[in-house]
């Protein structure tokens, strides 16, 4: 059984930082391309970024040069290090597997998700 539990959410001001972490069981991290999401208040869940086992990495346009993903293998362990963050940024935080080759969640079970609040 699958369990994603995220944590390090936070209420920032813009320009600050966070850093995200998520803890997987039921998942082999060396095997599967793991992604952060994240749903804003009144808007669909989207895709933020993801990490392939060999620790290749993709980002949505709106992140791409602030944040960071990594993860641990040995450790099942997925980070999101959140540099620069902007009022836009506030949502709550999931991670999840990918679909192979693709960017959508391969689960429909979600952990409790990581609330980010930024304020302008």
């Known amino acids: 059984q699958v369990r994603l539990v995220e944590s390090g959410g936070g209420s920032v001001q813009a320009g600050e930082s966070l850093r995200l972490s998520c803890a997987a069981s039921g998942i082999i991290f060396r095997f599967n391309t793991m992604g952060w999401f994240r749903q804003a208040p009144g808007k669909q869940r989207e895709w933020v970024a993801s990490?392939?086992?060999?620790?290749?990495?993709n980002y949505a346009d709106s992140v791409k040069g602030r944040f960071t993903i990594s993860s641990d293998n040995a450790k099942n362990a997925l980070y999101l290090q959140m540099n620069s963050l902007k009022p836009e940024d506030t949502a709550v935080y999931y991670c999840n597997q990918l679909i192979r080759g693709t960017s959508l969640p391969l689960y429909d079970s979600w952990g409790q998700g990581t609330q980010v609040t930024v304020s302008s």
């Open positions: 990490i392939t086992p060999s620790h290749n990495t």
